[in-house]
């Protein structure tokens, strides 16, 4: 948990002060000097630092206690001088110093020792190798920009500390304002888990930040991180962040479809589902959703474009609509009126183009129409300047507007340089600007569909669960033979083909006695089938089962041949991957051959509700396949559903399944059958 002392210090010492502002040391104090820190500063160097406003102290033995110590110093001397501040009573630390975890293994061993010292005195510390932290109480970083408090302003955890400067500057531009920010550098002890839990068991909702934009290296935790993320978004705040380094996980040599699939991205995404927060790849795009956060909220996805440039109406409107947002045409007879307000030229089908020409009034005429036409639920104004005239009256119609509309509407101000004065302007009065119109669209879609977002427990079909602990029981480590695929799939009450393996030639008979044909037969040993051509089709009659078999032994490493109705239908999939400390991640979409090349799937971590499980179907780009297409029947939905939801719930109750693979379901509107199912355990 994290000391009070950190959050509210009423004594500061900066280990290794300076007075020179180009050094960490002596930034800091600058920061904290102008921050206007209102409790004792002690600058602790053993060369003398005289600055107004602080007490100088030669030597760490000299101090005394303080609730805070800063510490600027080379790494190596950092533990000795923990140990004697906590010998004084000082209970939180942020340490700039890097040369820890970051620098190799005798890094990582002084970090351990320095955070296991930390915790058994059971204080706080942040960092190694960060730039600090920024609140109310004090500015206690050693860079620029230091953004103007403002309690109803974003919070921002970030694990690189140059990123988050990066950040803070371009985002203050936009007119998006802050309130804490947290550097957690190396996050020895005090991670992005630990911050949101102090969100989270601090949060007022009469004076706590809504908004919390997170820009992460490592999660330590998943399920701590998912359970204060929850409670936060719950308790009506806002989240949305950047993971980077997920393209490493990949290199996973997987032995499944799934585990091909399931890369560290597609664990992150799943995670950020769960907790609703929205997943941003780039500081523009984090930027851009933290300043739709901060407007006013949209409750439809039907969006009216109003420009004065067409080509940056059609850039919004290809980012709204290729995202899942609509921008619904305006029918004539409807705007009509509309119309002949503006300037001859104007369109009004929406987008809703009033031409260069197009003054601040005729503006104020469309938002005023859209405000009150139903089928519109929020505006996106884009408005730059050639140079050529002031805009300052178009933009305090946009201001007005943005005070007295129902709706919201999204301004984008994108002349930066010749509508600098007037941009500033509008800003200054507490609005956010969207400089870039396909940053917006993308932004508005991805808040927009993090706004559903399913926090219902979910509860577990039934299942035969003795029957399947005793199963993964008994089994031993890796993959699972067909028969207790079968008998693990029938404890979890997932349907299968009918089947039986033979191993031999003269078990192939009884076999086939209880199949109808046509019938398929397949390899068992090589994990991929279809690539050693293992699997053969629509075998009529014993004469050509025969064949079959001796064609399928031959291939190497075959072990023994299955026996298989044949069921017709499309190709669907589902799957699960253990993914460490995440628990399992839920995959499905289209089967078959299919699966890979066209990567159509949705995921979600284990277990899942309905709604959750439902929303992942929807998403998929085949499902119309579920509704009829091109006059064939839809799909059964519902039994989809419920394989999807036992297969979830089949690896939270055997978590020793670390991949599990049905490929293909076959479905059509009345059925689906598993056909081939590959399971591996690891005990």
């Given at each position: 948990m994290i000391a009070p002392e950190l959050i509210t210090p009423k004594s500061i010492a900066i280990i290794g002060a300076s007075e020179n502002t180009t050094k960490p040391g002596g930034k800091v104090v600058e920061n904290l000097l102008n921050g206007q820190f209102a409790g004792q500063l002690f600058a602790v160097n053993n060369r003398p630092v005289n600055i107004p406003g602080l007490t100088y102290v030669p030597n760490i033995e000299q101090l005394g206690y303080v609730d805070l110590a800063i510490i600027v110093i080379p790494a190596i001397y950092c533990y000795e001088t923990v140990r004697k501040l906590l010998e004084n009573g000082t209970k939180a630390f942020i340490i700039f110093s890097a040369g820890f975890s970051e620098a190799g293994e005798n890094g990582i061993a002084l970090e351990q020792q320095l955070t296991a010292m930390i915790d058994k005195a059971g204080a706080t510390?942040?960092?190694?190798?960060?730039?600090?932290?920024?609140?109310?109480?004090?500015?206690?970083?050693?860079?620029?920009?230091?953004?103007?408090?403002?309690?109803?302003?974003?919070?921002?955890?970030?694990?690189?500390?140059?990123?988050?400067?990066?950040?803070?500057?371009?985002?203050?531009?936009?007119?998006?304002?802050?309130?804490?920010?947290?550097?957690?550098?190396?996050?020895?002890?005090?991670?992005?888990?630990?911050?949101?839990?102090?969100?989270?068991?601090?949060?007022?909702?009469?004076?706590?930040?809504?908004?919390?934009?997170l820009y992460l290296e490592n999660i330590k935790n998943p399920f701590k991180f998912m359970r204060h993320a929850i409670a936060l978004r719950q308790k009506g705040c806002q989240l949305a962040a950047i993971k980077a380094g997920y393209s490493e996980a990949g290199s996973r040599a997987?032995?499944?479809?799934?585990?091909?699939?399931?890369?560290?991205?597609?664990?992150?995404?799943?995670?950020?589902?769960?907790?609703?927060?929205?997943?941003?790849?780039?500081?523009?795009?984090?930027?851009?959703?933290?300043?739709?956060?901060?407007?006013?909220?949209?409750?439809?996805?039907?969006?009216?474009?109003?420009?004065?440039?067409?080509?940056?109406?059609?850039?919004?409107?290809?980012?709204?609509?290729?995202?899942?947002?609509?921008?619904?045409?305006?029918?004539?007879?409807?705007?009509?009126?509309?119309?002949?307000?503006?300037?001859?030229?104007?369109?009004?089908?929406?987008?809703?183009?009033?031409?260069?020409?197009?003054?601040?009034?005729?503006?104020?005429?469309?938002?005023?129409?859209?405000?009150?036409?139903?089928?519109?639920?929020?505006?996106?104004?884009?408005?730059?300047?050639?140079?050529?005239?002031?805009?300052?009256?178009?933009?305090?119609?946009?201001?007005?507007?943005?005070?007295?509309?129902?709706?919201?509407?999204?301004?984008?101000?994108p002349s930066l340089i010749n509508a600098e004065h007037e941009i500033k302007d509008f800003l200054a009065k507490g609005r956010v600007n969207f400089?870039?119109?396909?940053?917006?669209?993308?932004?508005?879609?991805?808040?927009?569909?993090?706004?559903?977002?399913?926090?219902?427990?979910?509860?577990l079909p039934k299942m035969d669960i003795v029957s399947i602990r005793t199963i993964i029981n008994s089994s031993s480590h890796g993959f699972l033979n067909p028969s207790a695929c079968r008998e693990l799939m029938e404890a979890a009450g997932i349907e299968s083909a009918l089947q039986t393996e033979v191993q031999r030639i003269d078990q192939l008979q009884s076999g086939l006695k209880d199949m109808r044909y046509p019938i398929v037969m397949k390899v068992t040993g090589p994990v991929h089938k279809t690539e050693v051509g293992g699997v053969i089709l629509n075998i009529n009659d014993a004469q050509q089962a025969e064949a079959s078999y001796k064609k399928l032994i031959s291939i190497p490493d075959a072990k023994g041949v299955i026996i298989q109705e044949m069921v017709s239908g499309e190709e669907l999939y589902c799957g699960a991957v253990k993914q460490g400390g995440f628990g399992h991640v839920v995959l499905c979409g289209l089967g078959g051959i299919f699966l890979e090349l066209l990567g159509d799937a949705a995921s979600a971590l284990a277990p899942m509700s309905r709604e959750e499980v439902s929303a992942m179907v929807e998403s998929l780009k085949g499902y119309p396949l579920f509704e009829g297409y091109r006059n064939r029947k839809g799909l059964n939905k519902d039994k989809y559903i419920d394989i999807i939801m036992r297969v979830g719930a089949l690896v939270h109750i055997a978590p020793e399944i670390i991949e599990l693979d049905l490929n293909p379901i076959m479905a059509n509107a009345q059925e689906m059958k598993v056909v081939d199912v590959r399971i591996r355990v690891e005990k």
């Amino acid at each position: 948990m994290i000391a009070p002392e950190l959050i509210t210090p009423k004594s500061i010492a900066i280990i290794g002060a300076s007075e020179n502002t180009t050094k960490p040391g002596g930034k800091v104090v600058e920061n904290l000097l102008n921050g206007q820190f209102a409790g004792q500063l002690f600058a602790v160097n053993n060369r003398p630092v005289n600055i107004p406003g602080l007490t100088y102290v030669p030597n760490i033995e000299q101090l005394g206690y303080v609730d805070l110590a800063i510490i600027v110093i080379p790494a190596i001397y950092c533990y000795e001088t923990v140990r004697k501040l906590l010998e004084n009573g000082t209970k939180a630390f942020i340490i700039f110093s890097a040369g820890f975890s970051e620098a190799g293994e005798n890094g990582i061993a002084l970090e351990q020792q320095l955070t296991a010292m930390i915790d058994k005195a059971g204080a706080t510390l942040i960092g190694p190798n960060c730039i600090g932290v920024i609140n109310d109480t004090y500015k206690g970083v050693f860079t620029t920009p230091v953004p103007e408090y403002d309690p109803t302003g974003c919070e921002l955890i970030s694990s690189s500390g140059a990123t988050a400067v990066f950040f803070l500057e371009a985002a203050l531009l936009t007119g998006l304002r802050f309130s804490n920010v947290y550097s957690i550098g190396n996050a020895a002890q005090t991670g992005v888990e630990e911050i949101l839990e102090y969100m989270d068991h601090t949060f007022d909702p009469k004076t706590s930040p809504r908004v919390k934009l997170l820009y992460l290296e490592n999660i330590k935790n998943p399920f701590k991180f998912m359970r204060h993320a929850i409670a936060l978004r719950q308790k009506g705040c806002q989240l949305a962040a950047i993971k980077a380094g997920y393209s490493e996980a990949g290199s996973r040599a997987a032995s499944s479809h799934t585990g091909a699939l399931a890369t560290s991205d597609t664990v992150i995404r799943a995670l950020f589902k769960k907790c609703g927060i929205v997943y941003c790849s780039s500081r523009d795009e984090l930027i851009a959703v933290a300043s739709v956060f901060r407007t006013q909220k949209l409750e439809g996805n039907n969006i009216a474009v109003i420009t004065h440039a067409g080509g940056s109406a059609v850039m919004l409107t290809d980012a709204l609509t290729s995202n899942g947002m609509n921008v619904p045409p305006l029918p004539a007879e409807d705007t009509a009126a509309l119309l002949s307000k503006l300037n001859p030229g104007s369109s009004v089908g929406n987008p809703i183009d009033f031409l260069a020409t197009g003054t601040a009034a005729q503006l104020g005429e469309i938002i005023d129409f859209c405000e009150n036409y139903e089928s519109i639920d929020g505006m996106a104004v884009v408005f730059g300047s050639p140079g050529l005239f002031n805009v300052r009256d178009v933009y305090e119609v946009i201001d007005n507007k943005m005070n007295t509309c129902k709706k919201p509407i999204f301004p984008v101000l994108p002349s930066l340089i010749n509508a600098e004065h007037e941009i500033k302007d509008f800003l200054a009065k507490g609005r956010v600007n969207f400089p870039d119109e396909v940053n917006l669209g993308k932004a508005l879609a991805h808040v927009y569909r993090s706004s559903s977002v399913y926090f219902d427990k979910p509860i577990l079909p039934k299942m035969d669960i003795v029957s399947i602990r005793t199963i993964i029981n008994s089994s031993s480590h890796g993959f699972l033979n067909p028969s207790a695929c079968r008998e693990l799939m029938e404890a979890a009450g997932i349907e299968s083909a009918l089947q039986t393996e033979v191993q031999r030639i003269d078990q192939l008979q009884s076999g086939l006695k209880d199949m109808r044909y046509p019938i398929v037969m397949k390899v068992t040993g090589p994990v991929h089938k279809t690539e050693v051509g293992g699997v053969i089709l629509n075998i009529n009659d014993a004469q050509q089962a025969e064949a079959s078999y001796k064609k399928l032994i031959s291939i190497p490493d075959a072990k023994g041949v299955i026996i298989q109705e044949m069921v017709s239908g499309e190709e669907l999939y589902c799957g699960a991957v253990k993914q460490g400390g995440f628990g399992h991640v839920v995959l499905c979409g289209l089967g078959g051959i299919f699966l890979e090349l066209l990567g159509d799937a949705a995921s979600a971590l284990a277990p899942m509700s309905r709604e959750e499980v439902s929303a992942m179907v929807e998403s998929l780009k085949g499902y119309p396949l579920f509704e009829g297409y091109r006059n064939r029947k839809g799909l059964n939905k519902d039994k989809y559903i419920d394989i999807i939801m036992r297969v979830g719930a089949l690896v939270h109750i055997a978590p020793e399944i670390i991949e599990l693979d049905l490929n293909p379901i076959m479905a059509n509107a009345q059925e689906m059958k598993v056909v081939d199912v590959r399971i591996r355990v690891e005990k």
